[in-house]
Structures are given as C-alpha cells and as structure tokens.
C-alpha cells in the first residue's frame, strides 16, 4: 500500500508540474507586443535590404578586420593553411578598402513598411532606438538619406564604444540612459548575435527572417519572438 500511495503521488507531483509548465510556455507565447516600452532595432538586414556589398562589409570592413587580427594575435588563432598569417592580413586589408570604397556609391534600401512601423510605434507612445554593429558615420549618412533619424530617441554604434556584439555593453547603454526597466525593452534583429546579445542584457528578443541568418538557425536560439519580416512584425503591433 505504501509503494502505490507513493506511486500516486509522484504522479499527481508529475500532472502539476506539466501544469505549471504549460502556463509558464502559454504566459510567454502570449505575452504581447503592446508590453514593451521600448523598442531597439538592429539597422543592416533588420531594417534595410541586404546588398552584397554589405556582406562585404560585414566581413572585411576596417573595424572588422582590426578586431579580428587583434583576437588572432590576442588567443593565437592562425589558420594552417598553405596560405602565410600575412598573406592573408594583405588580401583583407585590399578588400576592407574594396568595400568602403562601394559603401559610398550603392544607394542602401529599406525594407517594406519600416517607415510605417516606426511611426506606429512613435504615435502609440513607444521609445524607438537603433543599436547596430554598423560604423557610426555610414548609419548617420543613410538616416540622414532616409529622413528618418527623428523618429529615434536613440542611436548609438557599436563601434563607437569599441565593444560589437553580442556583448550587450551597448544596448545596456541604451536601455540605462532611456530609464526603462528591462522587462520592458525589445531587442529586434537578425542574426544569432543580436538574440544572444538580448538574452545576455536581461531583456526580450525578436528576431526577423528577412535578413542575415536564416529562419532555422535564429529558432533555434528560441527568441521571444519570430516575424518574417517587417510588414509582419507591423501587423502584429497593429494588432496588440
């Protein structure tokens, strides 16, 4: 008798704690997107279209290529290819130029309804940052280009503080001088680095499947939220 009354128990013990799971999995599933005070945005592939030229920049602009030799030489990471460690510093320097050069003639785009979205956010009371891995001078040249550097409370450059992401140094920044509590902040963006960078800081991710990474690799990272892109990410607010 004592084996089935303890049988049971563990059972009714089991039954609550699936329970309380699947609340906790529904609060979260449902938690809207009206909750959140402030929202900050990624810029290249969260908020304007992907050009080659900007992948290029990704990979092989100046500030890129600095912090990659200097963790090269910091953690000792040289490839044993045929190819010399210098060789292969020469060849990306050449294309760090390449690609600054084309960053000052390609027109950059934005995606579908980002004007509208920012907007709708602005006009339901809603503090709106961009905090981007992006140089500080290409990100005021294209807002400037836009015309849509007020409708930020915020912009600030990873590159600036010298600390890129993931690490969340800056959107902590962000989130300290805009005085909002971080269960209140929404981090969107679109690639691994930028949920990985909300998850550190404490506060809430979406991620967007118009950009950078792809749709299976950014759930993987299980974000708050997952959109398409931003006309889906606009209905959704519309909607909350």
């Keep these: 008798m004592g084996a089935k009354k303890i049988s049971k128990k563990k059972e ?17 599933k449902t938690r809207s997107l009206s909750d959140f005070d402030l929202f900050v945005f990624d810029w290249d592939g969260t908020l304007t279209g992907l050009k080659i030229i900007r992948t290029l920049d990704q990979k092989y602009g100046p500030y890129w290529l600095y912090k990659r030799m200097k963790y090269r030489k910091e953690h000792k990471k040289i490839d044993m290819d ?14 760090s130029v390449f690609a600054d050069f084309y960053l000052t003639l390609f027109k950059p785009k934005l995606h579908n309804d980002v004007k509208l979205l920012l907007s709708t956010l602005r006009a339901r009371g809603k503090k709106v940052a961009l905090f981007t891995n992006a140089t500080e001078w290409r990100i005021n040249k294209e807002l400037d ?9 915020m912009v600030l450059s990873a590159q600036k503080i010298k600390v890129i992401k993931p690490d969340p140094t800056g959107l ?29 800081a404490g506060v809430a ?3 967007l499947g118009n950009g950078f990474d792809k749709e299976s690799v950014l759930k993987r990272e299980n974000p708050d939220f997952y959109f ?13």
């Design 145 to 153: 280009l836009f015309g849509i550097r007020d409708m930020f409370d």
């Design 172 to 200: 902590n920044i962000i989130i300290r001088k805009m005085r909002i509590r971080k269960d209140k902040v929404l981090y969107i963006g679109d690639m691994v680095d930028d949920i990985i960078m909300a998850k550190t």
């Design 228 to 240: 398409e892109g931003v006309e889906e990410l606009l209905e959704a607010i519309r909607s909350g």
């Design 12 to 28: 009714r013990d089991n039954k609550e704690s699936k329970t309380k799971e699947k609340v906790k999995n529904k609060d979260k």
């Design 82 to 95: 045929s190819e010399s460690e210098s060789k292969r510093e020469l060849k990306e320097r050449i294309m």
């Design 205 to 207: 991710s979406c991620a």
